[in-house]
């Protein structure tokens, strides 16, 4: 599929494409939405095994940031960027001339878009792009990585989720496995164990997993492993018509995004009495604290009040949920839906 196609079958604002001579990299940025606000979304640098995959990924992600942004209930929209780099991700100069000229593309958009990191995409790098552009986030003189914020998110998420499962929020010799133990995960494993709670990793760099300290699950027996969550940190799609018959959990809640592989597995998780915790709530700490902290120049008292208004989100979407008798990811979306509307 062409650029023309994936374009023709999009339903975001606008597109940016640009390619880079110098380097070779393509550069594209999806601005999604501005109904509420400005948009935001990280950029990404990968190898993809064409062009238009990486537009692909940009067209898709900036609309689950929309998703994202909206729930947070900030006045911000959803974007997305990629670097869609040849051959190997640049190094040295090379790419700091790339992300300066990736500055000034996205500075030439006049804040309609505001970037933050992803894949591939660090604090220092960020440094570089902020250099020909003022609309970054989580440079290292604006916040830098946003991974513990997320990671406090999920906490804050799980403690809601937990509540209404089992009655209260309290995590004491509650068990959570957590699946990858990158930046979040990690993160997250050690604000579970502080509370209390029996923390079990899984990651597919067994060596990883280990470093943490804490009981490991093998990577084949993370879904069919008995604990009460089921924290999914790693990599997307996971839960599908083959992985939910095997949970053995009573839910889900973490930092992957897209977790579901359909949007019928809901409903599969729902028959299963599994709780699942709409990932695009569960997740946007990261966001919430870069805009509390860059945009609204709040201390650590008021970053975290934001962080933990992720909780009473969820409280109220499992609410709806149960009222009619809908799954909680449904009730997400209506509650997106309503204020994209309002």
Same mark, same amino acid.
């Given at each position: ?33 501005t109904?509420?606000?400005?948009a ?9 095994p064409t ?21 947070? +209930?900030?006045?911000? !929209?959803? #974007?997305? %960027?990629?670097?869609?780099?040849? $051959?190997?991700?640049? /190094?040295g *100069?090379?790419r ?46 604006? +916040?830098?990585?946003? !991974?513990? #914020?997320? %990671?406090?998110?999920?906490?804050? $998420?799980?403690?809601? /989720?937990? *509540? ?22 990690a ?25 943490? +300290? ?52 809901a ?37 975290e ?36 509307a309002?």
């Amino acid at each position: 599929m062409g650029f023309d196609d994936l374009l023709a079958g999009w339903d975001g604002e606008h597109a940016v494409i640009r390619h880079d001579e110098e380097s070779g990299a393509w550069m594209f940025v999806g601005v999604h939405s501005t109904v509420l606000g400005p948009a935001v979304g990280g950029t990404r640098m990968r190898v993809y095994p064409t062009p238009a995959d990486g537009l692909r990924d940009v067209l898709r992600l900036s609309g689950a940031m929309t998703q994202k942004l909206a729930g947070t +209930g900030y006045p911000r !929209g959803g #974007g997305k %960027a990629v670097l869609a780099v040849p $051959g190997e991700l640049p /190094t040295g *100069e090379a790419r700091r001339r790339l992300l300066l000229r990736y500055g000034q593309l996205v500075a030439s958009l006049g804040g309609s878009y505001r970037t933050a990191g992803d894949m591939n995409i660090k604090p220092d790098d960020l440094d570089v792009v902020a250099e020909t552009c003022p609309w970054v986030y989580g440079a290292s003189a604006s +916040g830098g990585d946003s !991974g513990p #914020g997320t %990671a406090r998110g999920v906490f804050h $998420g799980i403690r809601a /989720t937990v *509540e209404h499962v089992f009655g209260s929020d309290d995590l004491a010799g509650r068990s959570v496995l957590i699946q990858g133990v990158g930046a979040v995960g990690a993160n997250l494993a050690r604000e579970l164990a502080e509370a209390g709670a029996r923390v079990l990793v899984s990651d597919v760099d067994e060596a990883r997993a280990a470093a943490t +300290g804490f009981e490991t699950v093998s990577a084949d027996k993370v879904f069919g492993f008995e604990v009460d969550v089921f924290a999914p940190c790693a990599v997307g799609a996971i839960l599908n018509s083959e992985t939910i018959p095997l949970l053995n959990c009573r839910a889900v809640a973490g930092a992957a995004n897209n977790q579901l592989a359909e949007t019928s597995d809901a409903e599969l998780l729902k028959e299963r009495g599994v709780l699942f915790a709409p990932d695009y709530v569960v997740n946007s700490g990261g966001v919430i604290y870069l805009i509390a902290l860059v945009d609204e120049g709040r201390d650590a008292d008021g970053i975290e009040a934001g962080l933990a208004g992720i909780a009473d989100t969820l409280r109220g979407l499992f609410a709806e949920a149960d009222a009619d008798g809908i799954t909680p990811i449904a009730a997400a979306n209506r509650m997106v839906e309503r204020r994209l509307a309002a």
